[in-house]
């Protein structure tokens, strides 16, 4: 269960969509966490369908 199954990871780019983006320590803009394919969390949710990455 990792999140290049999950369906809240955009494999385009490499982005965990799970909750709304949040500003990092002293960023003045808002960014969805990077995440790597392999990575995992406790809230993870199985895609609905198989996706294929280039």
Do not use: I, L
Not at 23 to 37: F, I, L, R, S, T
């Amino acid at each position: 269960m990792h999140c290049e199954s999950c369906k809240f990871y955009q494999a385009m780019s490499s982005e965990c969509r799970r909750y709304a983006p949040s500003p990092a320590e002293g960023d003045k803009q808002a960014h969805w966490p990077n995440v790597a394919q392999d990575d995992w969390c406790g809230e993870f949710v199985a895609a609905d369908v198989q996706r294929q990455v280039a």
